[in-house]
Structure formats: C-alpha cells, structure tokens
C-alpha cells in the first residue's frame, strides 16, 4: 500500500465545508484512495473510495488530481457529529494484501 | 440488527488470567479482522480470516489465538494476559477478501490490572 500523508488536526465551523487533504504520491496506477473516520469510542466507519475520478455519495465528495499524488475529502455541511479522526488509505489493486493499513490520520474539530 | 456485535464491551481482567472476546457478523461477509488500537490511538490488523481460514497472521504473541467456527463468527483468546495486551479491540467483516469497504464493530475495550 502507498504511504498517505495527512495534516494532523484542522478545525471547521459547523455548517461550513470540511475539505480534507491527503498525499499519496507514490500511489500506483491501479490503486484506490478510501477513506474512513473514526468518531470518538466507535469503530471506523467506512465513508468513500475513488480511483480515477471525482466520488459522491450521501456522505461525502472525494476529489482526486489528476495525477492522482493528492485528494480530497469534502464533507459539505460539517456536523458536530462529524467530530473524528479521518484516516486516508491507498492500496488496493492488484497489490492488495487484503489490509487496512491505518495511519495517524486527521482529527477534525467542527465548531458550532 | 447490528452488523457487526463484539462482546463484551469493556473487559476488566487482572494480569495471567486467560479471556475470550466474541464478535458476530450478519451481513453475510466472508473475511473477518481482528485489530488493535493501542494507547496512542494507532489501528494495527493483528488476524484475518477468509470462510473460516487464516489468511493474515501478525506478528502477534501466540499467546492470541482466534477461532472461526464458521464465516460469520470470529472469536479472539487470550492466554496469560499482560498489561500491555489492554487496548480497544476491533472486529471486521469485508464481503471478500481483499475488499475496500470494511463494516467495523462498535470495540472491545480491555483493562489487564
């Protein structure tokens, strides 16, 4: 799996867009970005995954470059209850080891 | 009808004793997880099972020794704990190997005193 790179913590107003940043540069061709979060206490929970292009679904939008080295999670009208830890995974593919490799991940603090 | 159920909850237990954590799945996946979040919060797999065969193994202490009695079920033993086996542990199911969306069970938080 290709190593992610994400900011540690960032802060949102309630109501207002999260955008939630990730490297993965060394991600290869045929692997996928997903995302999930971790809200305080539960279990991860998956969000939404991507490949080549842009994703939406009823939790979020994930944007990926073109080039594929970076994306972004959009959470359109931030919640308290968005409050976690968003972690970014790339892997996948036919270099899936059938794990989900778990970084630090990015704690959002949505503010009312 | 939750889809994945881990019991117990929290788990108190002193140091030596042998404990068991269960976890149930039914959502008719075929590949189930254990994972370990430690103190500092890092999510590591310790076991994978795929129709009740291993097919991860961690380099976790053989003092852990999960059991699939069939695909839907996924218990963890642990023989002689220590203080540094206390931890939240998580159950997983995916509807196959290799799968991206993995459904998570709501944890095990285990205290060795």
């Known amino acids: 799996d290709a190593k992610t790179t994400q900011p540690p913590s960032m802060d949102c107003a309630e109501g207002r867009a999260a955008n939630l940043p990730c490297n993965h540069s060394t991600i290869s061709g045929n692997e996928y970005v997903y995302w999930y979060r971790q809200i305080h206490s539960q279990g991860p929970q998956y969000i939404i995954h991507?490949?080549?292009n842009n994703e939406t679904n009823e939790m979020a939008s994930l944007i990926i470059t073109e080039d594929r080295k970076s994306s972004t999670l959009i959470l359109p009208h931030a919640t308290l209850r968005d409050t976690a830890v968003y972690y970014c995974?790339?892997?996948?593919?036919?270099?899936?080891?059938?794990?989900?490799?778990f970084g630090q991940g990015t704690t959002l603090q949505v503010k009312p | 009808d939750t889809a994945v159920s881990q019991t117990p909850k929290y788990l108190v237990t002193q140091m030596g004793n042998d404990k068991s954590i269960k976890c149930e799945q039914n959502?008719?996946?075929?590949?189930m997880y254990w994972y370990k979040q430690d103190s500092k919060k890092f999510l590591k797999i310790m076991f994978s099972y795929n129709n009740k065969e291993l097919i991860i193994n961690e380099t976790v202490p053989n003092r852990f020794s999960p059991k699939s009695p069939d695909k839907a079920h996924l218990n963890l033993h642990i023989n002689s704990l220590e203080l540094g086996d206390s931890a939240v542990y998580f159950c997983?199911?995916?509807?196959?190997?290799?799968?991206?969306?993995?459904?998570f069970g709501s944890g095990t938080r285990l205290t060795v005193v």
């Open positions: 991507g490949l080549k």
């Open positions: 995974i790339a892997g996948g593919g036919s270099s899936n080891t059938g794990k989900l490799i």
């Open positions: 997983a199911s995916s509807p196959r190997d290799r799968s991206i969306q993995w459904t």
């Open positions: 959502l008719g996946h075929d590949t």
